[in-house]
């Protein structure tokens, strides 16, 4: 069974641009989050999707979007890029409708770099 | 504000020595607690949920238990192969859903 897919895994941006990052879940799982980590602030929650539905949103600013497709493949912008953008983007996908539903499973993330 | 705490931020254990890594949480209506293992340059992979305060899980030579204000993992005779970033999560209310909030993780090098 295929884990969890991202993509791009290493990118690297310049200040003011824009990026689209992509996440395939595991086959059948219909819920996909999506979680920025750094050295600093660690694990952050940026967002949820459900059956295309945004469900859960984390403090960031409206920079950072999210969509979720028919088949559950997931999206996030990040339009006008800051240096402090720069960090490890997770995304991970879940069997269930809520959180304790089921184990939460990570794709190994997209390093993104801003110059 | 709902915060998770993790300490020591590091750790260096030899080879069989045993210790315990606290995750301490200040957080309104907690519904459960996750525990991930992240090896570098991975993504964090699911250890253990806790859903109540006494509530115990073992998993090889890893064990982690709940009480109101924290958790505590266990880890009994380290090998080298158990060196990764352990995180914790909390699972708190968040209007009609729920959501996660991580601690910041710890460091854990085990010597041969």
């Known amino acids: 069974k295929a884990g969890v897919t991202q993509t791009p895994r290493y990118l690297i941006k310049t200040r003011g641009q824009q990026v689209t990052l992509s996440c395939s879940p595991i086959?059948?799982?219909?819920?996909v989050s999506w979680y920025q980590q750094t050295p600093g602030q660690g694990l952050q929650f940026l967002f949820e999707y459900f059956s295309e539905t945004q469900r859960n949103k984390g403090n960031f600013p409206g920079r950072f979007s999210g969509r979720q497709f028919s088949n559950s493949r997931s999206e996030m912008n990040v339009s006008t890029l800051e240096l402090g953008d720069s960090a490890l983007y997770l995304c991970?996908?879940?069997?269930?409708?809520?959180?304790?539903?089921?184990?939460?499973?990570f794709g190994e993330g997209s390093r993104l770099t801003v110059l | 504000e709902d915060q998770v705490t993790q300490s020591p931020e590091a750790l260096r254990l030899q080879e069989g020595e045993s210790s315990s890594l606290n995750c301490s949480y200040t957080?309104?209506?907690?519904?459960?607690l996750f525990w991930y293992r992240q090896d570098p340059g991975k993504g964090p992979e699911f250890l253990f949920t806790l859903y109540s305060a006494g509530e115990e899980k073992e998993k090889e030579r890893l064990k982690a238990t709940l009480t109101k204000k924290e958790s505590f993992l266990h880890i009994t005779a380290p090998k080298p192969e158990d060196s990764a970033t352990y995180l914790c999560?909390?699972?708190?209310?968040?209007?009609?859903?729920?959501?996660?909030?991580f601690g910041k993780g710890i460091t854990l090098s085990v010597r041969p």
């Open positions: 991970a996908s879940r069997a269930g409708t809520g959180i304790l539903t089921g184990e939460l499973f």
């Open positions: 957080v309104s209506g907690l519904r459960g």
């Open positions: 999560a909390a699972v708190v209310l968040a209007g009609a859903n729920s959501k996660l909030t």
């Open positions: 086959s059948g799982h219909r819920s």
